[in-house]
């Protein structure tokens, strides 16, 4: 499926957009439903557009022990995050599936995670550094898992192709899938932590680090991570939804659109509901559950190796 | 066992050194000893007769009998008693032996009357600065009577700096505070940190010491003091305020009217029940569990209603006056206090189950900021830390006050003496109150609400008061003066005794741990000193200095 150059600008283009579009709107609705499960009001669904409006209007500071690094990792965690999306099918074909395969998707999910790690070394204090320690032993952990979970796709489908791999190849072979749903549950459990939302934001812990890698983050930088933080859900969700919910994406044009809207919906009330009822974990506690989680991915690699 | 048994077991090896003794009543004991006993003694009762410390306190008695006076305060919490041991010293500068080696929840009142009185604690293990801010010059103590209320010192020197110790080898120093998210107040942990994990800490807090007590003896009168006194705690004011008003009643023997005592009571277990609910809330939030935290202050809010409908105030009440108390309890407000316990019993139900199965919860505070029994005696440790771990003492059982002798009541315990016991013993505690509440409502005395007082209150005399605040006993020691006001007044409130026990609850555990391990204790420090102004034209920054900021903060509103 060889398509123009143009058109895949376009679709390029068009996952940009949408993610710059409607990652605030998602975020809203993740505040709006966390103030109803919390018995509060929550602020107008629309918030988050009018929080980083108001952070991008503020003057930007320079502060921290390396300003230009503080700059540079802003910068790389939004460009991470929106090479992501054009890399990730929401509603068209990945459109950049000729030019990169499954392992650059790998490389620019580390990107994200280095990024919050540069930051917290661009700040230079203690409680940044404890965050910035923090995320490096996350990162450690949660990427081979996210890394497992292409792989095992790649195995299924023989392919690097993003196209191909991006395509519910959770469930391509016959028979039962059983690496595809051990899998799917593998990348529930840990998706939570991926985005960085409680009961996994360890690094951040306002309540015990002050935000941990964003302490001396203001105005418009701050707007930049928070933006991530907030695409975070989106585009990884579009990953999660890609590999292991295809279904609905070979719809015609606007339907499988929505269909994607509607799987990123659900996953982000999931997402929600699981933040609203769980307690933060201890460091330790959680990098034990991510090893646990570990262990089931390389499983469901070897079984996707012998043809389940 | 009563006031004359302890002293009799007291007696039986100290005659000779006992100066003189005075019994008021059966729960109270004033003791006089030479000063070269006081080690010996405090050691007895401490340790062979299991005595729990309460406070030391220093006295410039200079202007009645010439000399400094010393007192250490136990408590028989089995025996219902309290005890003050008491020794008058001579010499300039004074001098008394140190106790802290022997009983080392003392460290901090001794550490206190060395910095305010200018008593030196001969032997003292650790006689570092507490309480006097950085600038304050060695030598000038603000406690003697020959000091001004309101002088600063002119050699004040407002850039010295605090002189902490050294971080053992091989760890790094983590500030924890002075100013913190989770501390809400300024306090500052010094944390030695290896890797993840806490080794020690050095702690420099009352930074914003207000000399409340200062203010008590020298410029306000008895019945201004509860109003002051209720402004020691935001959140557990009026259990100073009550405290107060029965040391001053104990003292000068005043009996309050019965409606009098119950009110108190009822009120005390209002503040109670706000206080739990705050608490479990915010231990919430620390742990990122938001959602406990609003349902907690939803549930929390219709107390402070009704709070501000019996007194006026969401929080700081104004209940007592020597001799009563200020507010009735129509039936009106009675019936919808009842009301309101209702809804509050259903909901917090839910909440206390809830919080039982919860495995997050349990994985975040089990074993986590250990207080044992030990550490309890040792620290003094009082309130929930003492009854979750096991140690069943609660002054309204124990020493009965108000209306509490009157009403049934269970001491919650707990064992284990970690955050999470400590947890349920507060989420458990909530139903204790509803049911003194309504024993309270039930049986509640017509009749006046205050004794009426015709002469002066009677001078020299003592009085000690244990009200059991939320947090843990509250103590107040009074000695009765001139001048319609007390000559000395000590309070000591539970966060006190409590915060010397952070340092050990938090060794070796992790960082992350830290936090929750201090909201634990439900800690109370107290406001604010100093800020910065940056010029954004020109970019120069300007600090302003503490004198600029009393002005400012002082600008037309100074009263003599």
Redesign the interface.
Known sequence: METSLAVRFLSGGMNIVLVLALAPLFEGILRKVTAKVQSRQGPPIWQPYYDLLKLLGKEDIESGESPAMQRFASWLSLAAILTLAVLVPMGTSPPLSGAADAYLLISILTLCGVSTMLAGLAAGSTYSLVGMSREMMSLMTLEPLMAVAVVVSMVHTRSMRLDAVLNGSAYVQAGLPLAGILMLGVAIFAFQALIGRLPFDIAEAETELMEGSMVEYSGPKLALFKFTHMAKLMVYGALLVSIFAPWGSGLPAPLNLLALLVKLLLLVLVVTLVAATHARYRIDQAIRYYGGLLGLSVVALLLALYGF | MSAHVALKQIAERFTPVIQRTDVPDEGRLFLYVEPQALREMCRYIFRDLDARYVVGIGLDDRPVSGKFLVAHDFAFDKEHVLCSIMTYLTGNPPRVDSISDLVPAANWSEREFRDLVGIEPVGHPYPKRLILPDGWPDGVHPLRRDYPWDAVPPDYDENRTFDFDNPPDGC????FGPF???LDEPAHFRLYVDG?VVRGCEYRGFMVHRAIEKLGDSVLTYNEIPMAAERICGICGCVHNVAYAQAVEQAAALTVPPRARYIRTIMLEIERLHSHLLWVGLG????????L???SF?IREPIMWIAEKISGNRKTYALCVIGGVRWNITPALRSELMGVLATLEKEWRAVADAVAGDR??Q??TRGVGVADATLVKEAGLIGPMARAAGVKIDARRDHPYAAYGDVEFSVITQQGGDVWARLLVRTLEVFESIKIIRQCLDHLPEGPLQAPIQDELPVGRFGLSSVEAPRGEAHHFVITGENNRPRRWRVRAPTYQNLQGVPAMIKDQ??????ISLASIDPCFSCTDRMEIVDLRSGAHRVYSQEELLKLARGGTRTP
């Open positions: 790094v120093v983590v500030p913190h998210p989770t993840e919430c939030h620390v742990l990122g569990f938001d959602t935290f609003m349902q939803r997050n919860i994985k975040r992790q960082i992350a741990d830290m936090t």
